[in-house]
């Protein structure tokens, strides 16, 4: 989708929205990860599609290495086993 689209929707009780049906353009279904990105000096929501990246780095290229708490790259691997 390559336009701009402004769709209006109000909070619930328990203060959700609902995605317009809109969004199926996206390819995004039930279950999607999505990153919420939270934009305290405009007052704006940012929604995406989760794409894997570093923990440490933020690298989304790099091949990455699952560990306990998310994912980390090689390079951020190599430097904290020279850190010690």
Known sequence: MNKQKKVTRRLDDLNRIVLPKDVREFGWG????????????????????????????????AELIAVSNGSICKACLKAANEAG
């Open 30 to 61: 039930k279950a999607t990860p999505l990153d919420v990105y939270l934009m305290a000096e405009d007052e704006s929501v940012i929604l995406r599609a989760h794409k894997p990246s570093c923990t440490l780095c933020g690298d989304m290229a």
